[in-house]
């Protein structure tokens, strides 16, 4: 079997509500499930009752369950297909969320489930572990998992809430700068930047930007512009 994937840059997009973007994307990536087991291990400062109930309100068409009340997570992962549904990992802090999945003995159950065709959404952090490791996203090591090591949905890198702004008067890095620093140091992986408001979306084997605005691809000391709902399965090879 085959992941079938959905990889959301963001929540949201501009000051739209929460996930108002994504819907029409998750349900149609959904089919006829609507039956979601919810990874909340990205949150840090709300409680992970609080996201279940932010995630089930923004998707009332679905029947949301949070992985932190299952008695057994590992099992109720591997049984996610049996099951009737879809593994659905939200966005926060991607150094929480990977060293949860690590500390809960859930990272392989869940490469298994999701090689074994288990629906899989995620979004900005969720979205970051999809990716061979997540030395590419934004947020700020508050956390040391064991390994920075990710799901390997796909064989390369991801960045999520991708923007190319500079605000007058800055002096860091940009981001652009950031991500060629990290291509220049390992060469033979690409980074796949998303937009907010656009997705990733793997399946079938066939691997899509979706969304109405473009995307770039870095690697070594290039970046490669890619326009909407460009067909980008070769990355699935590993090379650009």
């Avoid at 085959?2 to 819907?23: N, P, V």
């Avoid at 008695?71 to 549904?85: C, F, L, R, S, T």
């Avoid at 030395?135 to 920075?148: A, C, G, K, L, V």
Wanted: net charge negative; aromatic share 6%.
């Amino acid at each position: 079997m085959t992941a079938h994937a959905l990889m959301l840059s963001s929540s949201r997009q501009g000051d739209e509500a929460y996930l108002e973007h994504a819907r029409p994307h998750i349900l149609a990536h959904l089919g006829d499930i609507r039956d979601l087991l919810f990874v909340p291990y990205a949150a840090v400062t709300g409680t992970y009752d609080e996201y279940v109930n932010k995630v089930a309100e923004a998707l009332p068409d679905c029947n949301v369950t949070g992985l932190h009340t299952m008695e057994d997570p590992v099992a109720a992962i591997n049984n996610a297909k049996a099951n009737g549904q879809s593994i659905v990992v939200g966005g926060g802090n991607t150094f929480h969320l990977l060293s949860t999945l690590y500390a809960g003995a859930l990272m392989v159950p869940m490469k298994h489930a999701i090689a074994d065709a288990t629906p899989y959404i995620g979004w900005s952090a969720g979205s970051n572990i999809c990716g061979q490791s997540i030395r590419t996203t934004n947020d700020m090591p508050i956390i040391e998992p064991p390994s920075f090591e990710a799901l390997s949905i796909v064989p390369f890198q991801l960045n999520p809430h991708y923007t190319d702004f500079i605000p007058e008067g800055h002096n860091g890095e940009t981001r652009d700068q950031r991500l060629i620093e990290f291509t220049s140091l390992n060469p033979d992986v690409p980074v796949v930047a998303i937009r907010e408001g656009t997705a990733l979306k793997l399946t079938d084997n066939k691997l899509t930007l979706v969304g109405d605005k473009d995307g770039f691809i870095f690697s070594a000391h290039d970046k490669k512009r890619i326009a909407p709902n460009t067909d980008l399965t070769e990355l699935l090879q590993s090379e650009v």
